[in-house]
């Protein structure tokens, strides 16, 4: 064989393999959407059916009609939404704090910072519900939300970013005699803008899943978010596969809708998150 | 900055001074603007993450249920836990789970990385596929695999018996339900460590494999003697994180398993959790919580000097 054809075939075996690997990877998800729009004889048939025989959409009105997913779909944008919002407000501004100026207590800060990084979540579990319940805010939305009001990751990031930004500009508005609010929004924000996308996306999939804390914290149906409605779904219809993965395509299709959207950034944020340049 | 005053100079005289807050120098503005955008965030971590974590020793010292008084019972907690078999046995399901998570992840994630570093046709529709499995929630793909594990009609269970393993129940059996949950998290976490490895590979300057090639490197020898040598920060990074996240692993034991059969996955965060907050014993949840910490310490000290190394450059 030439050395030509031997690198073709090599190359063809390379792009079969790969696409076989994307196969592969994607089965669960088209399952659980084909899952989604099965009838019961379809569910119960002699052999495992990999496709609806219909497409049928009743799964879909059930969740919303006779369960409470439009409740928990509703509660999942309400605290998500929040927590984006919140986020946006407060970390570009400590990441400016802690790259740009000098002030006492920066180091005790930037402390805070990389210790809430590193703690694990698990760990504070017990203390934190207290201090939720010490405030009165167990079952209800600033529970839920302020928990995650501020994202120490989300700080570090912002910090990376404006320790980019030329001392220049900030010290060029100075000189014009601006304000430091009106140079933090009116040179700082703008110049951080395609950062603040990516904070808003990382924020929005970290807060759109967060499962543990929201079982917590929510004692009632009324409160709870898509990851929480689901788990007490299933721990009461345990049999109802259908009806799970009808509420389980609810619940990934606005991450996924996003993902699709803004494919690049979204990668880009996520190896952003590891904290890595 | 320019601006001192001659007070502080002859306070101190070997570290530089710093101006009084109150003064009206461009250090002393940028002094009150600088506390100003940080306040909010002393206040907030502060409370919601620095506190905890002396709390959390603090409760380890009482018998507390929140519906009675605390009562002080210094470190029974911790004798107590050490004479539990649950406990103990968390403690190895933890391991268990986070190395077989763990080690398969660095490999494959490695690989795929390697293999995106490179150029193909549709790199980047491929490279979104891959990720799939990191943009849907844990919560759904717990789900999405319950269904599937199913004996009689899920996915999983089929293809296991077209493999010729008939009655396949991965979730009954105490030896089978880890591996399960095991199988769940490589899928699910490998893509986003593919991405930081990815993110590190793009890192290293082109040019050390165009002199490579020169010098008449072969594919492999590059590989060997330049990437991986490179990527060694990425590596260990990656080794730290993926410790500390499988550690924390509670989705898929509690939407599976609930931590069975028996106590075959019931991992350290799912026993915490059920003694806090299902049993309502507060102090011995919380010195679990220390003992765990503990355990994540070391992973968490490399953490933190590879961030505080970051900060510096």
Redesign the interface.
């Known amino acids: 064989m030439s050395r030509k054809a031997q690198r073709t075939l090599l190359s063809l075996l ?2 079969s393999g ?1 696409l076989a ?2 196969l592969v ?5 088209l ?2 959407v084909s ?1 989604s729009l099965m009838n019961s004889q379809d ?2 048939a002699a052999q ?1 059916k ?1 496709l609806p025989s219909s497409l049928y959409l009743q799964n879909y009105i059930e969740v919303f009609s006779v369960f409470n997913f439009g409740n928990y779909l509703k509660n999942s944008f309400i605290v998500t939404g929040a927590v984006v919002l919140l986020n946006l407000i ?1 970390t570009p ?2 990441g ?3 790259a ?7 180091t ?3 402390l ?20 939720i319940r010490s405030f009165g805010w167990v079952n209800t939305y600033p529970g839920l939300v ?2 995650f ?2 994202s ?1 990751f989300g ?2 990031l912002m ?2 970013f404006i320790l980019a930004v030329p001392d220049d500009y900030i010290d060029a508005g ?1 000189i014009d005699g601006a304000s ?2 009106r140079i ?1 929004f009116q040179i700082v924000v703008p110049l951080i803008q395609p950062a603040l996308i990516t904070l808003a996306i990382v924020v929005f ?1 970290a807060s ?2 967060e ?2 804390w929201m ?2 914290v929510t004692t009632g149906d009324a409160l709870r978010t ?2 929480v409605g ?2 007490k779904f ?1 721990e009461q219809y345990r049999t109802r ?1 259908e009806l ?2 009808a ?2 395509v609810v ?2 299709a606005p ?2 809708l996003l ?1 699709l959207a803004v ?2 950034r ?2 880009q944020g ?2 952003g998150l ?4 | ?1 320019a601006d001192t005053s001659a007070s502080s100079r002859r306070r101190n005289q070997t570290k530089p001074d ?1 101006p009084s ?1 109150f003064g009206r120098s ?2 002393a ?10 306040a ?3 206040v ?10 002396f ?2 020793f603090y ?1 380890s010292l009482f018998s507390w249920s929140l519906l009675d008084e605390p009562r002080f019972i210094g470190i029974t907690n911790y004798v107590n836990l050490s004479n539990d078999k649950e406990f103990i046995n968390s403690v190895g399901v933890s391991f268990y789970y986070a190395i077989g998570v763990c080690v398969a992840i660095w490999v494959i994630a490695l690989a795929l990385a390697l ?1 995106f570093n490179q150029t ?2 549709f790199r ?1 529709a ?16 717990s ?6 594990y ?1 004996p009689s ?3 999983f269970s ?1 293809f296991a018996r077209w493999l010729g393993f008939a009655n396949v129940r991965m979730l009954d059996n105490p030896q089978t339900a880890m591996p399960a949950m095991i199988l769940l998290s490589i ?1 699910k976490g490998t893509p ?1 460590y593919m ?2 490895y ?3 590979l793009r ?1 290293i300057p082109g040019d050390y494999y165009e002199a490579a090639k020169v010098d008449g490197a072969s594919a492999l020898q590059r590989l060997w003697h330049i990437t991986l040598p490179l990527l060694r920060p ?1 590596f260990l ?1 990656v080794v730290v ?1 993926s410790i ?1 996240g499988a ?2 692993a ?2 898929p034991m ?2 599976l398993t609930n931590g069975g059969p028996g106590s075959a996955t019931r991992v ?2 799912m026993f ?2 059920q003694n ?2 299902q049993f309502l014993k ?1 102090g011995y ?2 010195a679990a ?2 003992i ?2 503990l355990i ?1 310490l070391v992973f ?1 000290v490399v ?2 000097r ?3 190394f ?2 510096q450059d």
């Not at chain 1, 990877?25 to 998800?29: C, E, F, L, M």
């Not at chain 1, 590891?274 to 340049?277: F, H, I, M, Y």
């Not at chain 2, 503005?29 to 940080?38: D, E, Q, V």
């Not at chain 2, 789900?143 to 599937?148: A, E, I, K, R, S």
């Open positions: 390379a792009q790969i690997g994307a990877i994607s089965v669960p998800a399952y659980m899952a569910f119960f495992v990999l407060f501004m400590v400016y704090s802690l740009k100026f000098d002030f006492p207590g920066k005790v800060l930037l805070f910072v990389l210790a809430t990084i590193m703690i694990p979540f698990t760990a504070i579990l017990i203390p934190l519900f207290l201090i302020i928990p009001a501020m120490a700080v570090f910090r990376q100075r430091e609010l933090y999939v759109w899943d499962f543990l079982l917590i898509l990851p689901l788990a299933v596969y799970m993965m509420g389980s619940a990934a991450v996924v993902f494919q690049r979204f990668l996520m190896a590891s904290g890595l340049k | 900055m710093r807050i461009l250090a503005r940028k002094m009150r603007f600088g506390l100003l955008f940080a909010p965030a002393f907030f971590f502060g409370v919601f993450y620095v506190y905890p974590l709390r959390t409760v293999m193909f046709r980047q491929y490279l979104s596929v891959y990720y799939l499995p990191a943009v849907i929630s844990l919560t759904v793909w789900l999405v695999w319950l269904f599937m199913n009609f899920g996915l089929e899928w986003v991405l930081i990815l993110a590190g890192a990425v990074y994180i500390i550690f924390q509670f989705t509690y939407l350290l965060s915490i959790f806090g907050f507060m949840a919380s919580s220390v765990f910490l994540l968490s953490q933190f590879i961030l505080r970051q900060q």
